[in-house]
C-alpha cells in the first residue's frame, strides 16, 4: 500500500466511518480495512497517518487501535488462525519496528497508549532477540528528554514490555532476557527516579508539573517491580538504600498540591514493592522493615473509607498480612498492638459502606462476583480478613477472642436497636463467614468464633423465617449465604425443614437475595456422605412441585431471566428428584421456552450450559423411568433443536447435536424415521469442517451407528463414515475421535458390512503407526485391535492383518501391543485389553506354536504388569458437572453436556474376572503341553510378575506344569 495524500484521505474516512452508529457503512469501512491490512505497507501507512497532525483526533485515535489489532493478529499468526489473517512480511516488520517507538511518543496521550500496547505486543514475539534496536532507543530516548510526556510514554512501553517477568515460571531463555534488560535498563531507571524526586521536591506546590512527576514515578514502581520479581537482582541489592529511601519518603511525607489520587496510585505501587521484597527478600530487606511497617501503619490509620483509596488501603494491608506471617510477626505481639489492629484497621474496613448497598441495588452480578464467586481479593472486607487469618498464624487465641468478643458487641448493639444497628449485624456475619476454618476434608467448615448453634438461632434463622421476603434484603442475602457456608454443620433433618424458607427467597425481588436462595439449594443438593449423595429423591419430591414452579418464576423476574444460579438450581433438582410425567413435561416446556428465546440472541455461555444440561438431565431421568414419554418429549424438543441447525445457532449446535444423540440412544430400535434426514447431513464433508463440532458430530454419528446398524451399512452410507474416521485420524488434535467412530462401526456393524473395508482400515492405522505414531495413538490402537478380536476372534483379526502385507501381525505385537498395553487405563479398556490379549496369548495358534515362543513370554509379562499395576493407576477418575462459572465462554471449544453423556458399556460381559480367566486360560494351555511353559514364564517374566502369576494361580486353585 503506497502512502499518498489519497490513501490519506481514504483510510481517515474509512476509520471515521467505523465510528458511525449505523450498521450499514460502518460494515463496509471495516471489510475494507480488513482487505486492506493484507497489502504489503499497510502497517507502515496507518503508523504515517498517525503521524499527520491535520487528522482528526478521534480518526487517529480509531486508526490507533486498528493498528494494535493489525499487530496483535498478523504479527505471529498461529496456524489456526492462518486462514483469516495473512501474517506482515518481513520487510514491513523492520520498517515498523524503525518508526514505531518515534510515533509513540510523538503521539497524543490516547494515541500513545494504543501504540504503546502494540509496541509490547511486537515486543513479546521478537525482543530482544530479534528487536536489538528497541532497548537501547528507550533508554537514549528517556535520557535525552527533558519532557515528561516523552518521559512518561517510555516508561509506560518499557512496563509493557517488562510485565513478562511477573509470574512466569523460571528458564534459561526468560533469565537471559532479564539479565539483558537489568544490564540496560536499571541504571537509567534508578537515574530518573531520583532525578524525578529532586523534581517534586523542587516543585512541591506546583499541582500541574507534579501530576505528570508522580506518574513517572509510579511508573519506574512498576517496572522495579517486574525486574525484581523473579529474583533480586545485584544492581539492585547494591542500590537498595536509594530504592527505599525514595519510597519512605513517599509513604511518610504528604503532598497537599497532588490530587489524593495520584498520590495513593504510588504509594500502593510501593507497597507492592516492599511486599515483593517482604516475600522473597526478606533478609536482604529486614533493616528497612520496622521503618516501612511504622509507614505503612500510619497511613492505614488516616486513610478514608472511600472507594478512591480502597487500591491502597489494600496493598498497605497486605504488606501488614505478609509480615504477620513472617518471621518478623514479633512488631505485632504486643496485646495493645493487636487489639488496635483489631479495632482500627480490621472492624472499619470490614464494615460495609454505602457504596457496597449500592453495589448490591445497582449491580448485583458483581456484587455476587465479589461476594461469592472469589473475586473479592482485593477489597478491603477481604484482605482485613486475611490480614487477622495471618495474625492469628502466631498469635490465635489472642487475635480471634479479640474478633470474637468485637462479634458479641455487634450482636448486642444489633439486638438493642435493630433498624439503625443492621450493619452490625451484617459485619458480624461476614466475620464469622470469612474466618471459619476448613476442616481436613477441605469442604465442611467450622468456627470457634462464636458459639455456633446460638448465633443460628439469633442471628440467622429470624431471617429465614421473616414473612416479608424483601425487606432488609441484604440481610437475608448474608443469612443465605451463612447456611450455604455451613451446610456441612447443619443435620439433614435440620437442612430439609429449612427447605420450605429457602425456596420462598425465590421470589424475592433482590436479585442477589434469590440468586443466593438458588445457590444455597443447589450447594446443600451436591453433599456426599461418603460416595452417596446426602439428599435422595425421596428427600426432594415432597418439595419438588413448588420448588420447580419457584425457580422457573425466579426467571421472570427483572434482569434474572438468564439468572445462571438459578438455572444451575434447576439442573441439580432434575438431576435428584423423580418427575411424574406431567411435571416433567411442565419442566420440560418451561425449559424449551426458555431455549427458544435464548436462541435469538446468545449471551450468557454458563446460563445456556446449564439450560442444555438441565434439559438433558429431565430427558435421561424422565424417559428412562418412563419410556413412553419420549414421543412428548421429541414433540417438544424437535422445534428448537431444528431451529438452531437450520438457523446455524454456532453456541448452540454442539449442544443441539449431542441432545439428538441422546434422543436416538433412549429409542428402541427400529428408529423413527424422522431421525434419518439429520443423519444424511451428518455425513456431508461441510458439516465437519468446524472443529469445535466435532466431539458433538462423532457422538451423534456413534448413537447413529449404535442404533440403526442396518441403515448405515446400505446405499454407500459405511464408505462415508469411514472416510469421516480416515480424516479424523490423520490429525493429532482429532485422532481421539475417529477411534470412537472406528469402535462403533465394530461394536454394532455386522463383519459382512465391514469386511469390505477392512484393509483400508488397517492401512490407514499403520501408516500413521509408521510415520507418526505416539503413546496415545498406539493405545487407542491396541484398544481397537482388543475390540475387534473380542467381536469378530482372533482368527479373522490376524488374517485380515496379514492381508495388508504377508506376516506382519506378529511384527505388530511385539512392537506395539506387547509395550502398550502395560499403561491402558480405564475399567473397560483395561478389562478388554486383558481379555483379547489373554485370548491371543492361549488360542491363538501363532502364539501356541514354536516360532514365537519368545514374544508369548513377553507378550504375558506384559498382561501380568497391567494386572499388578495399582488399580488407582489403571482406573481414570469418574467425571462429574463441573462448575463453569470460571471456564465457561464461547470460544472454539467443545462444551460436553454430562447429562447427555455416553453410557460406557463393558464389550465382555461374558469374562467376569479378568484376573481369573488369564489363570485358567494359562492352565488350559499348560495341560495340552505339560512342561513347556514354566520355563519361559522364568525366563521372560520380571520378578515381581513371576510372584504375582504364582499368588494368582493359588488364590484360583489351577497349576502351570
Not at 178 to 183: A, G, H, I, V
Not at 506 to 523: R, T
Request: aromatic share 10%; with cysteine; proline share 5%.
Amino acid at each position: 500500500m503506497q502512502y499518498t495524500p489519497e490513501t490519506i484521505q481514504s483510510l481517515s474516512q474509512c476509520f471515521l466511518q467505523t465510528l458511525v452508529p449505523n450498521p450499514e457503512p460502518r460494515r463496509q469501512a471495516e471489510e475494507y480495512l480488513k482487505q486492506a491490512a493484507n497489502q504489503p505497507g499497510y502497517g507502515i501507512a496507518i503508523l504515517r497517518l498517525l503521524s499527520e497532525q491535520a487528522v482528526e483526533e478521534q480518526v487517529r485515535q480509531a486508526a490507533a487501535v486498528n493498528f494494535k489489532n493489525y499487530v496483535r493478529y498478523r504479527w505471529a499468526v498461529q496456524e489456526a488462525d492462518s486462514s483469516d489473517y495473512a501474517e506482515i512480511q518481513d520487510p514491513d516488520k523492520e520498517q515498523i519496528k524503525v518508526v514505531i517507538v518515534a510515533s509513540m511518543l510523538n503521539a497524543p496521550p490516547r494515541v500513545q497508549s494504543q501504540l504503546s500496547e502494540a509496541l509490547a505486543i511486537i515486543s513479546k514475539h521478537d525482543f530482544p532477540k530479534a528487536w536489538q534496536t528497541l532497548l537501547p532507543e528507550l533508554v537514549s530516548n528517556l535520557q535525552a528528554s527533558a519532557d515528561y510526556k516523552v518521559i512518561n510514554g517510555v516508561l509506560q512501553t518499557a512496563n509493557s514490555i517488562f510485565k513478562k517477568f511477573r509470574y512466569q515460571y523460571k528458564s534459561n531463555d526468560l533469565y537471559v532476557d532479564l539479565k539483558y534488560c537489568l544490564d540496560g535498563f536499571a541504571a537509567p531507571l534508578l537515574d530518573i527516579f531520583l532525578r524525578t524526586g529532586q523534581l517534586i521536591v523542587s516543585n512541591s506546590q506546583n499541582g500541574a508539573v507534579l501530576g505528570q512527576l508522580f506518574e513517572c514515578q509510579r511508573l519506574c514502581c512498576r517496572i522495579f517491580f517486574s525486574l525484581n520479581f523473579q529474583e533480586l537482582p545485584e544492581f539492585f541489592e547494591n542500590h537498595m538504600k536509594e530504592w527505599m529511601t525514595e519510597f519512605r519518603t513517599y509513604l511518610t511525607t504528604p503532598y497537599p498540591a497532588v490530587e489524593d489520587s495520584l498520590v495513593d496510585h504510588l504509594r500502593a505501587a510501593i507497597c507492592e514493592n516492599i511486599n515483593l521484597y517482604m516475600e522473597k527478600n526478606e533478609e536482604e530487606f529486614q533493616d528497612y522493615l520496622k521503618d516501612f511497617a511504622s509507614a505503612v501503619w500510619g497511613l492505614l490509620m488516616n486513610i478514608s473509607t472511600t472507594p478512591s483509596h480502597d487500591r491502597l488501603a489494600v496493598t498497605a494491608i497486605k504488606f501488614l498480612t505478609t509480615v504477620s506471617k513472617s518471621v518478623h510477626h514479633v512488631l505485632f505481639s504486643g496485646i495493645d498492638v493487636l487489639q488496635q489492629i483489631c479495632e482500627s484497621i480490621v472492624v472499619p474496613n470490614v464494615m460495609i459502606r454505602d457504596e457496597d448497598e449500592e453495589l448490591f441495588e445497582m449491580n448485583h452480578v458483581e456484587y455476587i462476583r465479589r461476594d461469592i464467586e472469589g473475586s473479592d481479593l482485593d477489597t478491603r472486607r477481604r484482605i482485613a480478613c486475611e490480614l487477622v487469618k495471618g495474625l492469628a498464624t502466631h498469635y490465635r487465641e489472642h487475635v480471634m477472642g479479640m474478633i470474637s468478643m468485637h462479634i458479641q458487641n455487634m450482636q448486642a448493639k444489633y439486638a438493642a436497636k435493630p433498624a439503625e444497628n443492621w450493619k452490625e449485624k451484617n459485619c458480624a456475619i461476614y466475620l464469622v463467614v470469612s474466618l471459619s476454618t476448613k476442616q481436613a476434608a477441605g469442604t465442611s467448615v467450622s468456627t470457634d468464633l462464636v458459639n455456633f448453634e446460638q448465633f443460628v438461632m439469633s442471628m440467622i434463622m429470624p431471617e429465614l423465617q421473616s414473612e416479608d421476603v424483601n425487606s432488609q434484603a441484604l440481610l437475608k442475602a448474608d443469612a443465605l449465604k451463612f447456611i450455604t457456608t455451613f451446610r456441612y454443620q447443619i443435620p439433614k433433618a435440620t437442612a430439609l425443614s429449612l427447605i420450605p424458607h429457602l425456596m420462598r427467597f425465590l421470589l424475592s425481588e433482590s436479585n442477589v437475595v434469590h440468586s443466593y436462595a438458588a445457590n444455597c439449594i443447589e450447594k446443600m443438593l451436591i453433599i456426599k456422605e461418603g460416595n452417596q449423595l446426602r439428599y435422595t429423591s425421596a428427600d426432594i419430591n415432597q418439595f419438588v412441585q413448588p420448588l420447580m414452579t419457584n425457580l422457573f418464576n425466579a426467571l421472570k423476574l427483572p434482569e434474572s431471566q438468564e439468572n445462571a444460579y438459578v438455572m444451575k438450581c434447576i439442573m441439580r433438582v432434575l438431576g435428584i428428584a423423580h418427575l411424574p410425567g406431567d411435571l416433567a413435561i411442565g419442566c420440560l416446556t418451561g425449559l424449551t421456552t426458555i431455549l427458544n428465546e435464548v436462541c435469538k440472541n446468545p449471551k450468557n455461555p454458563v446460563f445456556n450450559h446449564y439450560l442444555f444440561e438441565s434439559v438433558a438431565g429431565l430427558v435421561r431421568r424422565a424417559c428412562e423411568k418412563e419410556p413412553s414419554l419420549i414421543t412428548s418429549f421429541e414433540a417438544n424438543l424437535f422445534p428448537v433443536l431444528q431451529t438452531i441447525m437450520v438457523h446455524d445457532v454456532t453456541e448452540f449446535l454442539p449442544y443441539a447435536l449431542q441432545l439428538l444423540a441422546q434422543l436416538i440412544e433412549i429409542n428402541r430400535p427400529p428408529l423413527p424415521p424422522t431421525y434419518m434426514p439429520v443423519f444424511q447431513l451428518l455425513l456431508s464433508p461441510e458439516t465437519w469442517q468446524k472443529k469445535a463440532n466435532v466431539p458433538a458430530l462423532v457422538r451423534l454419528l456413534q448413537a447413529y451407528l449404535e442404533k440403526s446398524p442396518q441403515e448405515v451399512s446400505q446405499e454407500g452410507r459405511l464408505s462415508q463414515v469411514l472416510g469421516i474416521f480416515s480424516k479424523l485420524i490423520s490429525a493429532k488434535s482429532t485422532e481421539s475421535s475417529g477411534f470412537y467412530i472406528l469402535n462403533t462401526t465394530i461394536q454394532f456393524l455386522s463383519y459382512e458390512a465391514i469386511s469390505p473395508y477392512l484393509g483400508n482400515i488397517w492401512s490407514v492405522l499403520f501408516l500413521r503407526l509408521q510415520e507418526a505414531h505416539t503413546v496415545k495413538f498406539d493405545k487407542s490402537v491396541i484398544i481397537f485391535m482388543s475390540l475387534f478380536l473380542v467381536k469378530h476372534g482372533h482368527t479373522i483379526l490376524i488374517e485380515s492383518i496379514n492381508a495388508v502385507q504377508p506376516g506382519i501381525f506378529p511384527v505388530i505385537v511385539e512392537r506395539f501391543w506387547v509395550p502398550t498395553i502395560k499403561s491402558i487405563v480405564g475399567v473397560y479398556e483395561t478389562k478388554l485389553c486383558l481379555v483379547a490379549s489373554t485370548r491371543l496369548l492361549c488360542e491363538s495358534p501363532i502364539f501356541l506354536g514354536d516360532s514365537h515362543i519368545q514374544l508369548w513370554g513377553k507378550m504375558l509379562d506384559s498382561i501380568m504388569s497391567l494386572l499388578v499395576r495399582p488399580e488407582g493407576e489403571r482406573v481414570e477418575e469418574e467425571v462429574e458437572i463441573p462448575d463453569l462459572e470460571e471456564t465457561a465462554g464461547y470460544a472454539p471449544a467443545f462444551a460436553q453436556l454430562y447429562n447427555a453423556g455416553k453410557k460406557e458399556e463393558d464389550p465382555v460381559t461374558d469374562v467376569k474376572d479378568p484376573k481369573g480367566f488369564l489363570v485358567s486360560s494359562l492352565a488350559r494351555i499348560s495341560a495340552h503341553a505339560p512342561g513347556k511353559y514354566p520355563g519361559i514364564i522364568q525366563q521372560s517374566l520380571e520378578p515381581a510378575n513371576q510372584t504375582a502369576l504364582s499368588e494368582f494361580c493359588s488364590t484360583y486353585g489351577f497349576a502351570i506344569v
